[in-house]
């Protein structure tokens, strides 16, 4: 069965849709390892309440980029990892990282790429007064939000919405998108 691991810094709600999806057996694969660069964070305490391998790294206990990319690469071809799947992993991949497993890690973004690249994208379609944004599956290359898109769906902003209806709408159209995505690439790859 093909593996995968999951990196997350914050909340992981879509780090839980997956898991769901693998419990259901909508996805055939095994979640090996969540990789996490803020131990305290929402995604690492609920991976260690479903008893689920954690890395979680302090990347300011390390030199630079390259020295916990190397741990982390480690890690994966111990847990022999197929799949990298980024969920709010809020770091650019460095080429350590890339050298190993390019073409073999996607992301997630909450706009129409390449549309609103970067933090707050949510923040920046309200600020555009735009009338929709939606979600992105890409693979991830060396820049912020560049790498080939696999999948994107459209979602409405209305006039009413504030930062926490929008992103409510979005997280739900992420939650669906992404599971259906990672078992496309898995049944091909
Ligand atoms: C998602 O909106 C995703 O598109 C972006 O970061 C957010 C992570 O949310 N990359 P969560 O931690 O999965 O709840």
Redesign the pocket.
Same mark, same amino acid.
């Given at each position: 069965m093909k593996k995968i691991a999951i990196f =997350?810094s914050?909340?992981?709600?879509?780090?839980l849709a997956i898991h769901e999806k693998i419990k259901e057996k909508y996805l055939q694969c095994e979640l090996a390892i969540l990789v996490s660069d803020r131990p305290k964070s929402k995604?690492v305490k609920n991976a260690n309440l479903r008893n689920i391998d954690t890395f979680s790294f302090t990347p300011k206990a390390y030199p630079n980029k390259d020295a916990f990319e190397k741990e982390i690469v480690h890690i994966l071809k111990t847990h022999e990892v197929d799949l990298i799947v980024l =969920?709010?992993y809020m770091r650019l991949i460095g080429p350590t990282l890339l050298k190993h497993y390019e073409g073999r890690i996607i992301n997630?973004?909450?706009s129409l790429l390449p549309l609103y690249k970067g933090k707050d994208a949510v923040g920046q379609a309200l600020s555009a007064s735009a009338v929709q944004t939606g979600v992105t599956v890409h693979y991830v290359d060396s820049g912020m939000d560049t790498g080939t898109v696999i999948a994107q769906e459209s979602c409405p902003i209305y006039d009413q919405d504030t930062r926490e209806t929008l992103e409510t709408r979005?997280?739900k159209i992420?939650h669906q998108l992404y599971p259906k995505v990672i078992k496309q690439l898995l049944e091909e790859k």
């Open positions: =997350a914050g909340t992981g709600s879509n780090f995604a =969920a709010g997630i973004h909450p979005i997280h992420e």
